[in-house]
């Protein structure tokens, strides 16, 4: 069975940094594209950031290039979101999601639960 | 960056009744186009991919038409269970994005 476990949300300041984790079980990790999709609370999804199997590609939403740092550790099979120079509008749901293959495939065939990550001092 | 527009915003229907919903692109995305279902408090489950594919595990009462521009997502025969927010996402060109959603509520 596929499971998407994400971590690390919370309470963080404007200006703050997060790190989100994604703890992956139940396929080949190593083989599939994962990536990251956030909801604002109330809103629609906003994909954010992509990385394709071993890595070889990465991708962002312009809305967090330079700001936010997709990655994964395969050995771990975990995906992993940096998250700094956080601001108000990045409060919302973040979601792990892994792709339907290594790096093409690119719609979301399983998702985690989901950490709230809220910005606010 | 291509931009989905779904419609109705809000559908209303009753179980039994045939549910259609719009997503239109802003630029041709070919097939590349998937749909999503999303219950208050849940995770988004994919529902089609590449416009007319059923995901894993989803009923045959879901079905996905349509290419380039125009896609329809239609429910033939309402469960209770199909009452949710369905949101389209495009995988044609970067960024990937989402549609605003539709929600298929209760009359």
Redesign the interface.
Known sequence: EVQLLESGGGLVQPGGSLRLSCAASGFRFSSYAM?W?RQAPGK????LS?VSAAGVNI????SVKGRFTISRDDSKNTLYLQMNSLRAEDTAAY?CAKT?GSSS??????????TPVTVSS | EIVLTQSPATLSLSPGERATLSCRASQSVVSKLAWYQQKPGQAPRLVIYDASNRANGIPARFSGSGSGTDFTLTISSLEPEDFAVYFCQQRFNWPLTFGGGTKVEIE
């Open positions: 990536g999709v629609g999804l906003e994909w992509g991708y962002y939403a312009d979601y339907g495939s690119w719609w979301f065939d399983y998702w985690g639960q989901g």
